[in-house]
């Protein structure tokens, strides 16, 4: 039986003379696992607080620089508010990830030329903002949405497959925010690690 004990953790220390026995071995084990598991938690909380943030500041020059373009102000500024606000409150629950990326539209439509976007992570809502203050917001689970802007408003079929969303306007390029060249801002909130 151990002698001495370490100061942090309470580990056993033992002398020459004392007699080693295993369920002391064991303690030890658990109380140094349980000690790198708490490490670990603090490592991941702090790095998904410094992934949200910087998905955050990413959004906010991506909104930025559209303001400047065709894109209508207002409906940026409200998007950006409105991210503002459940970045916020996704911060304390843990069970989101932020993800924000943009594409450049290619002119095309319909059923057999959808838009796809595949997400490191299995999307729950996709934010759409692009040209003349085009937007939408695509909800997992839903095979139908719209897109609307400026007095215009689109019909979206929306198809769903793991970590990939897809949508397609039989109107035209425009209603399926897709027109050539035009860049659109993407703003996701994915099912935290998977």
């Known amino acids: 039986m151990a002698s001495n004990y370490t100061s942090n953790y309470n580990l056993n220390q033992w002398s020459a003379s004392d007699r080693v026995l295993r369920t002391e071995f064991n303690a030890d084990n658990a109380k140094i696992d349980a000690a790198v598991k708490a490490v670990d938690r603090r490592v991941d909380s702090l ?5 949200s943030a910087s998905a955050l500041a990413n959004l906010e020059a991506v909104v930025d620089g559209l303001k400047t373009s065709k894109a209508d102000k207002t409906a940026l500024d409200a998007l950006k508010n409105t991210v503002n606000k459940h970045t916020t409150t996704l911060a304390g629950k843990g069970n989101c990830q932020l993800y924000t990326t943009s594409y450049t539209g290619t002119g095309t439509n319909g059923a057999k030329a959808p838009n796809s976007l595949t997400f490191p992570y ?5 934010f759409l903002a ?16 719209s897109a609307a802007g400026t007095g215009n408003g ?24 897709n027109e050539t060249g035009e860049t659109y801002v993407v703003v996701a909130l994915l099912k935290a690690g998977g």
Request: hydrophobic share 40%; no cysteine.
């Open 47 to 51: 790095n998904n607080s410094k992934a």
């Open 122 to 126: 299995k999307p729950l809502v996709v």
């Open 130 to 145: 692009g040209v003349e203050g085009m937007q939408s917001i695509l909800v997992q689970g839903q095979n139908t949405g």
């Open 154 to 177: 689109y019909i979206l079929t929306i198809t769903w497959s793991g970590n990939s969303v897809s949508w397609s306007n039989f109107n035209s390029a425009f209603g399926q925010m």
